[in-house]
């Protein structure tokens, strides 16, 4: 049973579902476009890819002492710092944190799906509200993100507004400005009468402590900002040395991501405070009164030692190379897990310890190294698969 | 096979591997077999240089009834992991294997095996003195590293680097994209001291094709599929371009984003034909529509796979204004006289 039936299933219903066919081949148009005119205009993003693979290689050398020192850089800030060495000690340690009866506002994070934080949260008797808008609607239709940027990449405006007039009761048109403005009128409120706002980072340097959190619909702004906790739950692979390394990082993993020019950068390295009256300082001004900050192992240490497998760990999120897959381009997030097509399946085989699911994709992978191409750390997916088909096959 | 490479192995691509460890070519056919294409072809007898004729090519007409079993099985939702042992697989899929290549090589439609005579045609006409193994010629047991079974594939390219060295063999001219990375990269990768220079057919024609006077038959716009192994894998792209381009009466057209390092794959890659042959037909579907929106009346490409599957995408598209073709076959067409 080296496929599983319901995956064999799932993959063949969604290659045979239309709307997912245009959904993507409109997205894969666009996003070719975008990078080509955004590189044009940036090519120096081209070289500093180079850079950042180099500082990516030496930083997953060293995750362990670079989450140390952030750790120590994050105390010194008066905000706390916690390793977690499996997904386990993560959900104990925020589930401590945050406790029950509490309303939560949450920008995306695939670190947070890795784990599946929010199910754990809901479970503890919190409510949750993701505010990342395509999150927003995976949430509401109880669905599964289907990419990693664009988790709601396969859900036409039409159900959108089904969606969308369900909950408020109206009957809303199948209008993109009217649904957006739906979803900020009913998030709104959530993020100031919220207890804890959560994220995770794009990249986080070392030195100083700081969570770079790259967006361009300002929900993670609102959600780290009002609140009056702001927990952040980051792998441990996201970490680099200093600030400089972390602005080379987030630039080109923004270029690459197809924002051009992210609206908000956010850079956060700890509590909300003043020193306005007498030059005292005092926590919690307008901000986070609390900052809490997560490094999870999860595997990864592990995954480091291999030296054809870590590369998973240099990826960006970018996404730039599930446009390229052409089972993607056909069956959208079903060729996945927590994370998406060929390098989706080393992380269903090596950090979720999921080795059905794993193997699944490590077949489904058509080894055409398309995604090689596009990827801004150039990681070697067909190699990987190959390695991982090894390790599945010869224990 | 070990008991947990039984369970995890898609079945389709355990058959290949079974196959070459028990016959040493991905069918499991008598060793006769293996030359039947090159019959009446008159080789060198000198071997410092042979003509790799690999497996794709000479077996693509039994491959694709294979596919075709297990696609039917996949389609009527017959789970395709049967519990068999998998040498019985086409048997219990209903498939004659061995009937169904007399039948071919006795109707004179072998598949694509006359690429393989093309080629030769080719490299002769380009003054070329080629040996050719013949039956004694090894697998070079690809599949066992795509699939993963990695020891498996060492064991095997010792052997088959064992049977070049016997018989003299200094340099090898290769056919099949996914035979020749083999050879070329994964056997030293693999543990063996293969000292042997592997090119592929297209580097050596492009290199020579300015001392032929090529010309097609008629004129017509061709547009040239990328297989993933050539262009990506072994940075082949310039080479089948240059030989196009010498080529009189051939236009040659470019897709607008899917060429080159940047082309789609066919559909075919990694065995995923085998595992997933409904969507595997679907994504050659898709190849195929982005390769005719060029107006090529000629779908030219370097693979038993990618023809296979192109085929099977114009097929059903039904398109019968374009016609695939591998480049060999091409050049031969337009070679003098």
């Given at each position: 049973?080296?496929?599983?039936?319901?995956?064999?299933?799932?993959?063949?219903?969604a290659?045979?579902?239309?709307?997912?066919?245009?959904?993507?081949?409109?997205?894969?148009?666009?996003?070719?476009?975008?990078?080509?005119?955004?590189?044009?205009?940036f090519?120096?993003?081209?070289?500093?890819?180079?850079?950042?693979?180099?500082?990516?290689?030496?930083?997953?050398?060293?995750m362990?002492e670079?989450?140390?020192e952030?750790?120590?850089?994050?105390e010194?800030?008066?905000?706390?710092?916690?390793?977690?060495?499996?997904?386990?000690?993560?959900?104990e340690?925020?589930?401590?944190?945050?406790?029950?009866?509490?309303?939560?506002?949450?920008a995306?994070?695939?670190?947070?799906?890795?784990?599946?934080?929010?199910?754990?949260?809901?479970?503890?008797?919190?409510?949750?509200?993701?505010?990342?808008?395509?999150?927003?609607?995976?949430?509401?239709?109880?669905?599964?993100?289907?990419?990693?940027?664009?988790?709601?990449?396969h859900?036409?405006?039409?159900?959108?507004?089904?969606?969308?007039?369900?909950?408020?009761?109206?009957d809303?048109?199948?209008?993109?400005?009217t649904?957006?403005?739906?979803?900020?009128?009913l998030?709104?409120?959530?993020y100031?009468?919220?207890?804890?706002?959560?994220?995770?980072?794009?990249?986080?340097a070392a030195?100083?402590?700081?969570?770079?959190?790259?967006?361009?619909e300002?929900?993670?702004?609102?959600?780290?900002?009002?609140?009056p906790?702001?927990?952040?739950?980051?792998?441990?692979?996201?970490?680099?040395?200093?600030?400089?390394?972390?602005?080379?990082?987030?630039?080109?993993?923004?270029?690459?991501?197809?924002?051009?020019?992210?609206?908000?950068?956010?850079?956060?390295?700890?509590?909300?405070?003043?020193?306005?009256?007498?030059?005292?300082?005092?926590y919690?001004?307008?901000?986070p009164?609390?900052?809490?900050?997560?490094?999870?192992?999860g595997?990864?240490?592990?995954?480091?030692?291999?030296?054809?497998?870590?590369?998973?760990?240099?990826?960006?999120?970018?996404?730039?190379?599930?446009?390229?897959?052409?089972?993607?381009?056909?069956?959208?997030?079903?060729?996945?897990?927590?994370?998406?097509?060929?390098?989706?399946?080393?992380?269903?085989?090596?950090?979720h310890?999921?080795?059905?699911?794993?193997?699944?994709?490590?077949?489904?992978?058509?080894?055409?190294?398309?995604?090689?191409?596009?990827?801004?750390?150039?990681?070697?997916?067909?190699?990987m698969?190959?390695?991982?088909?090894?390790?599945?096959?010869?224990? | 096979?070990?008991?947990?490479?039984?369970?995890l192995?898609?079945?389709?691509?355990?058959?290949?591997?079974?196959?070459?460890?028990?016959?040493?070519?991905?069918?499991?056919?008598?060793?006769?077999?293996?030359?039947?294409?090159?019959?009446?072809?008159?080789?060198?007898?000198?071997?410092?240089?042979?003509?790799?004729?690999?497996?794709?090519?000479?077996?693509?007409?039994?491959?694709?009834?294979?596919?075709?079993?297990?696609?039917?099985?996949?389609?009527?939702?017959?789970?395709?992991?049967?519990p068999?042992?998998?040498?019985?697989?086409?048997?219990?899929?209903?498939?004659?294997?061995?009937?169904?290549?007399?039948?071919?090589?006795?109707?004179?439609?072998?598949?694509?095996?006359?690429v393989?005579?093309?080629?030769?045609?080719?490299?002769?006409?380009?003054?070329?003195?080629?040996?050719?193994?013949?039956?004694?010629?090894?697998?070079?047991?690809?599949?066992?590293?795509?699939i993963?079974?990695?020891?498996?594939?060492?064991?095997?390219?010792?052997?088959?680097?064992?049977?070049?060295?016997?018989?003299?063999?200094?340099?090898?001219?290769?056919?099949?994209?996914?035979?020749?990375?083999?050879?070329?990269?994964?056997?030293?990768?693999?543990?063996?001291?293969?000292?042997?220079?592997?090119?592929?057919?297209?580097?050596?024609?492009a290199?020579?094709v300015?001392?032929?006077?090529?010309?097609?038959p008629?004129?017509?716009?061709?547009?040239?599929?990328?297989?993933?192994q050539?262009?990506?894998?072994?940075?082949?792209?310039?080479?089948?371009?240059?030989?196009?381009?010498?080529?009189?009466?051939?236009?040659?057209v470019?897709?607008?984003?899917?060429?080159?390092?940047?082309?789609?794959?066919?559909?075919?890659?990694?065995?995923?034909?085998?595992?997933?042959?409904?969507?595997s037909?679907?994504?050659?579907?898709?190849?195929?529509?982005?390769l005719?929106e060029?107006?090529?009346?000629?779908?030219?490409?370097q693979?038993?796979?990618?023809?296979?599957?192109?085929?099977?995408?114009?097929?059903?598209?039904?398109?019968?204004?374009?016609?695939?073709?591998?480049?060999?076959?091409?050049?031969?067409?337009?070679?003098?006289?």
């Amino acid at each position: 049973m080296t496929i599983s039936k319901d995956y064999r299933k799932e993959l063949r219903d969604a290659a045979g579902n239309e709307r997912i066919r245009l959904a993507l081949s409109r997205a894969i148009k666009s996003y070719r476009e975008n990078t080509k005119n955004t590189l044009k205009k940036f090519p120096h993003t081209v070289r500093m890819a180079e850079e950042v693979l180099l500082i990516k290689e030496h930083s997953v050398q060293h995750m362990r002492e670079l989450a140390e020192e952030a750790s120590r850089a994050i105390e010194e800030n008066k905000g706390k710092a916690y390793i977690a060495d499996t997904a386990e000690q993560a959900l104990e340690i925020i589930g401590g944190l945050v406790g029950s009866g509490k309303l939560i506002v949450k920008a995306k994070s695939m670190t947070a799906e890795e784990i599946e934080l929010r199910e754990h949260l809901e479970e503890a008797g919190n409510d949750v509200y993701e505010t990342d808008l395509g999150e927003f609607i995976i949430q509401k239709l109880n669905s599964r993100p289907m990419h990693i940027l664009s988790p709601a990449i396969h859900v036409p405006r039409e159900d959108v507004a089904k969606l969308f007039s369900q909950i408020t009761g109206k009957d809303l048109p199948p209008d993109i400005a009217t649904l957006v403005a739906t979803a900020r009128q009913l998030l709104r409120e959530k993020y100031f009468t919220a207890d804890i706002g959560m994220s995770s980072a794009n990249v986080v340097a070392a030195d100083t402590g700081t969570l770079f959190l790259i967006e361009n619909e300002g929900n993670i702004r609102l959600a780290t900002g009002a609140p009056p906790i702001h927990i952040a739950l980051i792998g441990m692979e996201k970490l680099v040395p200093t600030l400089e390394d972390a602005f080379k990082v987030a630039e080109v993993t923004w270029r690459y991501a197809n924002y051009g020019i992210p609206s908000y950068v956010s850079l956060v390295s700890g509590p909300s405070k003043t020193g306005d009256i007498e030059k005292v300082t005092t926590y919690g001004a307008h901000g986070p009164k609390e900052f809490h900050v997560i490094f999870l192992d999860g595997g990864r240490t592990e995954l480091a030692a291999d030296p054809i497998l870590r590369q998973v760990l240099y990826c960006l999120r970018c996404g730039g190379c599930l446009y390229e897959c052409p089972v993607f381009g056909l069956t959208a997030g079903y060729f996945g897990d927590k994370y998406f097509a060929g390098i989706g399946a080393v992380w269903a085989a090596k950090v979720h310890k999921n080795l059905e699911k794993g193997s699944s994709m490590a077949y489904t992978c058509l080894t055409c190294g398309r995604c090689k191409v596009r990827c801004p750390m150039k990681i070697d997916v067909p190699e990987m698969i190959l390695k991982l088909r090894n390790s599945i096959v010869e224990p | 096979m070990a008991r947990t490479a039984d369970k995890l192995i898609p079945p389709g691509l355990a058959y290949i591997a079974e196959n070459i460890h028990k016959s040493d070519n991905i069918l499991g056919l008598p060793r006769q077999a293996k030359s039947k294409w090159a019959e009446g072809i008159e080789f060198s007898k000198d071997r410092s240089t042979i003509f790799f004729a690999g497996c794709g090519y000479q077996y693509s007409a039994m491959l694709e009834p294979l596919v075709n079993v297990i696609g039917t099985a996949d389609k009527m939702a017959v789970n395709p992991d049967l519990p068999v042992h998998l040498a019985n697989l086409p048997k219990k899929l209903g498939m004659d294997v061995a009937g169904i290549f007399s039948k071919t090589v006795a109707g004179d439609k072998g598949g694509e095996s006359a690429v393989l005579r093309d080629a030769v045609k080719v490299l002769k006409a380009l003054g070329l003195d080629i040996g050719y193994l013949g039956e004694h010629e090894p697998c070079c047991g690809a599949p066992l590293y795509h699939i993963g079974v990695r020891n498996k594939f060492s064991a095997h390219a010792g052997k088959s680097h064992h049977a070049f060295k016997e018989a003299g063999v200094k340099r090898i001219i290769s056919i099949v994209p996914s035979c020749t990375y083999a050879l070329k990269t994964l056997y030293s990768r693999s543990g063996v001291e293969h000292d042997i220079e592997v090119l592929h057919f297209t580097e050596v024609a492009a290199d020579k094709v300015k001392s032929l006077k090529l010309k097609y038959p008629d004129r017509v716009k061709v547009a040239y599929h990328d297989p993933c192994q050539l262009g990506r894998y072994m940075g082949l792209i310039e080479q089948p371009r240059t030989i196009l381009k010498s080529i009189e009466n051939i236009e040659l057209v470019e897709t607008a984003w899917t060429s080159g390092e940047w082309a789609t794959c066919c559909g075919g890659g990694g065995g995923f034909e085998v595992v997933f042959p409904d969507i595997s037909r679907k994504l050659a579907a898709g190849r195929v529509a982005e390769l005719a929106e060029t107006g090529a009346n000629i779908i030219a490409t370097q693979c038993p796979g990618c023809l296979m599957q192109l085929k099977s995408g114009l097929k059903d598209l039904k398109n019968d204004k374009i016609e695939v073709i591998d480049l060999a076959t091409l050049m031969a067409r337009s070679l003098p006289g």
